[in-house]
């Protein structure tokens, strides 16, 4: 999966954003509390296993390309 993507981070910002919207209204409304909480959770989770694959696509792409340190130098 290519992370680098802007239209698949819009496509997920997008879905972030309705789940998180629709955990708002059902908290509102007082019902199924437990189900805006498994909501809550899938989207942080989601959003954290992303951030630490980025990270490791970052960390993979710096150690493959040994020019890199000596462009950003210059």
Partial sequence: MELGNPRM???YYLICFVALLWVGFLTAQGVMIFVS???TLIVLGF???LCAMMIVELKNEKSTDPGAERRVEQ
Avoid: A, G, P, Y
């Fill in 47 to 49: 959003s954290v296993i």
């Fill in 37 to 39: 909480l498994f909501l």
């Fill in 9 to 11: 981070w819009v496509f």
